[in-house]
């Protein structure tokens, strides 16, 4: 079976493009038999950039929640809260020692905060933690403990996939065995990058998101938000540059979205564009927001999901790997 290994960080609410980017078609995937699925809350991620135990907590069962209501199915997949399972932080450690400093100072998100520095004429390393240095570490140790050979991500992400091959590689090389499967990164050329209200990508950081499980009056009040430009009710209206468009486009058919398209050059008022777009969002999610509602309603069931999810988890497949790469290095076998 091919292993797929998804995490979403429990750093706020989730939002659409979590949605499309990531819940939609991991739920998909799972129902597949030639699968095994591995869903979990990056909640050991989230410490990099929230430092906030309350938010921290919060997010991490709305998170859960919404995996849930969107349909995973915890029989079928393993589903599991990321610091549930402390054999990937040991197992960060192990890789921390084989991987060179030289790769991880070429990481995307590394680069992108000594590059803000430099630009603001501050010292390089100014306000950057040792987390968001080490994180393509951490992120290594989930793929590799569990040996997932595709790791659905976004094009900015395949660098992280490429560094865990690295470490991996190097591993299994240090120590003379095959004690890691190297992961490919499966990149969705099909699933979009969805822009949130001020046009750059929809993202937790940026804090322009449509939560996905918003009251329906907050929905259409956050769409009629997004950003547009000022071409009045009949002028054309170009499709492709539309954020408005984008997100239609996610949630439509194809006739749908050729219509749309049409509308668009037929100079469609973005009002009008913008009721379309609420009222095809909500089709699709007011389901789900209902389902969501009723497992939020009881936050101790989904935590005892999560506590059964890793318990199960760490048996089969975290504990005797770990035993296995402990010996390989020379620690003492706890078992
Ligand atoms: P943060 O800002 O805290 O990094 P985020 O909202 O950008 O959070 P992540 O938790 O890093 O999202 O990503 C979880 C999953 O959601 C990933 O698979 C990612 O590709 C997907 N995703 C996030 N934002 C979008 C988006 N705007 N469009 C499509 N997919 C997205």
Same mark, same amino acid.
């Given at each position: ?5 998804t995490g979403i960080t429990t750093s706020g609410t989730p939002h659409l493009g979590n949605y499309v980017g990531a819940i939609r078609p ?5 129902? %597949? ?7 979990? /809350?990056?909640?050991?991620? +989230? ?20 995996? #849930? ?13 990321? +610091?549930?399972?402390?054999? *990937? ?14 790769? /991880?100072?070429? =990481? ?23 987390? $968001?240095?080490?994180?393509?570490? /951490?992120?290594?140790?989930?793929? #590799? #403990? ?17 560094? =865990? ?16 499967? #190297?992961?490919?990164?499966? *990149? ?7 822009? &949130? ?32 430009? +000022?071409?009045?009710? &009949?002028?054309?209206?170009? %499709? ?6 984008? /997100? ?18 037929? &100079?469609?008022?973005? &009002? ?18 209902e389902r969501y509602e009723t497992l939020m309603a009881r936050p101790q069931d989904i935590e005892r999901l999560l506590r059964d999810g %890793?318990?199960? $988890? ?7 790997? $770990? ?7 020379? $620690?003492?076998?706890? +078992?």
């Amino acid at each position: 079976k091919t292993r797929i290994l998804t995490g979403i960080t429990t750093s706020g609410t989730p939002h659409l493009g979590n949605y499309v980017g990531a819940i939609r078609p991991a739920v998909a995937a799972s129902r %597949a038999d030639d699968a095994e699925s591995f869903y979990f /809350l990056a909640d050991l991620h +989230s410490l990099i950039k929230a430092q906030d135990p309350a938010r921290t907590q919060r997010s991490t069962l709305e998170i859960a929640a919404a995996w #849930l209501a969107c349909g995973l199915d915890p029989e079928r997949v393993w589903f599991y809260r990321q +610091s549930d399972v402390p054999e *990937i932080t040991e197992l960060t450690w192990l890789l921390t020692c084989v991987a060179a400093k030289g790769i /991880l100072n070429r =990481a995307h998100a590394y680069k992108a905060a000594v590059d803000r520095n430099r630009a603001e004429g501050e010292d390089d390393d100014a306000g950057v933690n040792a987390g $968001l240095f080490m994180y393509p570490v /951490l992120m290594a140790a989930d793929i #590799l #403990l569990f040996n997932a050979d595709r790791v659905p991500v976004g094009r900015d992400q395949v660098q992280h996939i490429e560094m =865990a091959r690295d470490f991996g590689q190097r591993f299994n090389h240090i120590y003379g065995g095959e004690y890691f499967r #190297l992961p490919e990164a499966a *990149i969705e050329e099909s699933v979009a990058t969805l822009p &949130g209200l001020d046009g750059r990508k929809m993202s937790k950081s940026y804090d322009n998101t449509i939560p996905l499980f918003a009251p329906r009056a907050t929905l259409r009040k956050l769409v009629a938000s997004i950003v547009t430009d +000022s071409r009045a009710p &009949g002028e054309p209206k170009d %499709a492709d540059a539309s954020n408005v468009f984008q /997100l239609y486009q996610a949630f439509a058919s194809d006739e749908e979205t050729a219509a749309m398209r049409r509308a668009f050059a037929q &100079g469609i008022a973005w &009002g009008e564009a913008k009721q379309q777009l609420f009222e095809r969002i909500d089709a699709e999610v007011a389901p789900l927001r209902e389902r969501y509602e009723t497992l939020m309603a009881r936050p101790q069931d989904i935590e005892r999901l999560l506590r059964d999810g %890793a318990r199960r $988890l760490r048996a089969q497949h975290a504990t005797p790997l $770990l035993r296995e790469l402990r010996e390989a290095v020379g $620690l003492r076998d706890l +078992s």
